[in-house]
């Protein structure tokens, strides 16, 4: 993925509420981009803060996330006592990105065993100004879930919010409190051996998940099975 695209995804994203940045040549790359979130972010413009938007795109290979000031065209520098374009370290791994207001979470995969996995937060607010120039911004993991987190949708349910986590590893659905890293349930997904979706026992694999309107059902996309599971987040069951 390269620079220059990000403007037009976030004017796709936004359906054209705000007007997005315009495209223009820039230099520099990304390296093993996972996904992207977009946030509003306080730039010095003549003394006066000035909120402008950016892209945080998870760089997967490197464990980073890159700021990208989409304005100005321009890598945002989380360290400038390093030379060049530093990023945010966030984790092993870093696949999906929420942003909820200031928080912005982050799952990662986690390392070599597959017991690894972690959502990791960051305040969005600290990515511009002192803090992001010295180095200072410090993401710190919520939960340790293990099964390699991957999508995340964030779910709000009787005025709480709950970030719901696919598992690809365990073959489940996680459901994590964002405030307190507690986890509030976890949900076998898939089909068992036999069914016609799942006809040679194939384990399940969940990588992508919907949200419907209801707020409490949830659509899984499987990547280890031909099948589509259906979540009901209040009695814990799918089909």
């Known amino acids: 993925m390269t620079l220059r695209t990000l403007p037009a995804l976030l004017s796709i994203v936004l359906g054209g509420c705000c007007t997005a940045p315009t495209a223009a040549p820039v230099t520099g790359r990304l390296a093993g981009g996972g996904r992207v979130a977009f ?18 795109v998870t760089q997967t290979q490197r464990g980073e996330l890159a700021v990208i000031d989409l304005e100005n065209h321009a890598f945002v520098d989380s360290d400038q006592r390093v030379p060049g374009v530093t990023f945010v370290r966030v984790g092993d ?48 993991p919520i939960q340790t879930l293990g099964g390699r987190p991957s999508a995340m949708i964030l779910r709000t349910a009787g005025g709480l919010d709950t970030l719901v986590v696919a598992l690809g590893e365990t073959g489940e659905v996680a459901e994590v409190d964002p405030m307190t890293g507690a986890i509030v349930q ?5 089909a068992p051996a036999g069914d016609p979706c799942n006809p040679l026992g194939d384990p399940s694999a969940p990588v992508g998940l919907a949200l419907a309107p209801d707020g409490q059902t949830l659509y899984v996309g499987d990547a280890g099975q031909a099948c589509l599971s259906v979540v009901d987040l209040a009695s814990r069951t799918h089909t």
């Open 186 to 190: 976890r949900i076998a997904v898939g």
């Open 39 to 56: 946030v509003q972010l306080d730039v010095d413009v003549n003394g006066t803060p000035t909120p402008t938007w950016h892209a945080l």
């Open 93 to 140: 791994g870093p696949n999906d990105i929420v942003v909820s207001g200031s928080p912005a979470y982050v799952s990662c995969f986690g390392g070599g065993d597959s017991d690894q996995g972690e959502i990791t937060v960051l305040d969005t607010a600290t990515l511009r100004g002192p803090a992001a120039n010295d180095g200072a911004v410090r993401p710190s």
